[in-house]
Every structure is written in structure tokens, then in C-alpha cells.
């Protein structure tokens, strides 16, 4: 529906401010956190020029004390993983990790526990 509601120009579907950053940062992989952090709920977009390229960074929480992987996908497009690891993501040193020769062009990628 989100996208009929982008072409037909209807309101009240999604938002465009979708934030380029985590609204706020905690420790994304502890084992223990702050009650009073709670993920917030929306629908957002992003709208990206043709051919644009992005850089999406899945961070496998422990907010529910999950110990399962959970498969991440954007539906109707592959990509291509640069890289996994585990803990919290950081975009000072992980960047230098990225395998940018022969990266895997996929469907679904699943971070791991904590990763």
C-alpha cells in the first residue's frame, strides 16, 4: 500500500523523516539494559535518487534477550554483504573490515546473535 500511496500522492501512509542515525545510542548487545529504552514505532521513508547507492548497517540487538539470528532482507532486492562481525557497529574502525573484492550478492543476510 505504501507504494500506491506514494504514486497516488495519499496521506497519513508513512513519513519522510526517516533519520539517518540511531535516534539515540546504548549498547545495542548488552546483556542487561535501561528499562526506559524502547525502540520507537513508524512507518519512515527514505527516498533515494535512481541508481543511488546506500550503506545499510544491520545491528542484531539483544533487546528481548533474543539468542536467535534473525534473517534481515529488503523485499524485491539483493546485496551485496560487505562484512559481519559481532558487537556493537562502529563507523570509525568496522568500514576498514569491509570485504569490497568479492563481497556475496544476496537475498537475505542474517547477523549474528549479538552482531
Not at 513519513?15 to 542487561?32: G, H, L, Q
Not at 535512481?50 to 533487546?63: H, M, R
Not at 534473517?71 to 570485504?99: Q, R, W
Amino acid at each position: 500500500m505504501c507504494f500506491q500511496a506514494y504514486y497516488r500522492n495519499l496521506s497519513g501512509f508513512y513519513t519522510s523523516d526517516f533519520p539517518d542515525e540511531p535516534p539515540y545510542y546504548f549498547d545495542f548487545v548488552a546483556d542487561s539494559r535501561d528499562t526506559s529504552t524502547h525502540p520507537l514505532k513508524g512507518t519512515k521513508v527514505k527516498i533515494l535518487e535512481y541508481k543511488e547507492e546506500v550503506e545499510i548497517v544491520f545491528q542484531s540487538t539483544n533487546l528481548l534477550n533474543a539468542s536467535d539470528e534473525h534473517s534481515m532482507y529488503i523485499h524485491g532486492h539483493k546485496f551485496y554483504v560487505l562484512g559481519e562481525g559481532y558487537g556493537n557497529f562502529s563507523s570509525a574502525t568496522d568500514p576498514e573490515t569491509y570485504n569490497l573484492v568479492d563481497p556475496p550478492y544476496l537475498r537475505t543476510a542474517s547477523p549474528p546473535v549479538k552482531g
